[in-house]
């Protein structure tokens, strides 16, 4: 089947620290890799997103690499800020479906 | 633009009582999800909507009616509300991508339900 593993939090880190969180993933085929944060008292937004492999996404500082060889998806930023302080979900839909899945969610602090 | 919507946007029932929660979208979106949010858990789907018209279940689908009403709108319905389904509910609609499958999520401000 389909699933998502997202590394537990909190993760808590310093501004202007290096940040990765680590997502890998289980499904069929080739299937389009997202990434999504959630601000307190919020829906998820889009944070950036990869339909094939080796493709990158990245938006707003943030970056992440499609790698089919490891079933891999990690977030990555050089220097967080405090604003990014969130929760991070990784998500897959599967190549061929109209469904998606969603990791459990890495809350990410970051303090002045 | 006001993107999705759901109303409530905080209800408290009792084991029993039933209520449907309410979503629309203005974007012209075909497919529309509706999930639920549990700590630790991540996010559930429930039931998706491909289209107008359609409907099928999700991951966790026991407990719940859909129905998708018009384009702009997919509702999910409580019949008889359990403590297990306090929760926080998101609806989402996703537009197409170059791959002619649902690509980018638009999610909802979310409606926070206790069961009592």
């Known amino acids: 089947g389909n699933s998502v593993t997202q590394m537990e939090g909190p993760v808590t880190l310093s501004e202007e620290a290096f940040l990765t969180i680590n997502c890998t993933y289980t499904a069929t085929g080739y299937p389009s890799l997202f990434w999504y944060v959630q601000y307190p008292g919020e829906g998820l937004q889009l944070l950036l997103k990869?339909?094939?492999?080796?493709d990158k996404g990245s938006n707003k500082g943030f970056e992440a690499t499609y790698r089919k060889e490891t079933t891999s998806f990690h977030l990555e930023k050089g220097s967080v800020q405090v604003s990014d302080s969130a929760v991070y979900f990784c998500?897959?839909?599967?190549?061929?479906?109209?469904?998606?899945?969603f990791g459990s969610g890495t809350k990410l602090n970051v303090k002045p | 633009n006001a993107g999705v919507t759901q109303t409530p946007k905080f209800q408290v029932l009792k084991t029993g009582q039933s209520m449907t929660l309410q979503c629309a979208q203005d974007?012209?979106?075909?497919?529309m999800y509706w999930y639920r949010q549990d700590p630790g858990m991540g996010l559930r789907l429930i039931y998706y909507?491909?289209?107008?018209?359609?409907?099928d279940k999700g991951e966790v689908p026991n407990g719940y009616n859909v129905s998708r009403l018009n384009k702009r709108e997919f509702s999910l319905r409580l019949e008889s509300a359990a403590p297990s389904q306090t929760s926080v509910y998101f609806c989402?609609?996703?537009?197409?991508?170059?791959?002619?499958?649902?690509?980018?999520?638009?999610f909802g401000p979310g409606t926070r339900l206790t069961v009592l």
């Open positions: 909507s491909a289209s107008e018209g359609t409907t």
């Open positions: 989402a609609s996703s537009e197409y991508g170059g791959t002619g499958l649902p690509d980018t999520q638009y």
């Open positions: 998500a897959l839909r599967s190549e061929n479906f109209n469904k998606f899945y």
């Open positions: 990869a339909t094939k492999a080796d």
């Open positions: 974007m012209n979106h075909n497919s």
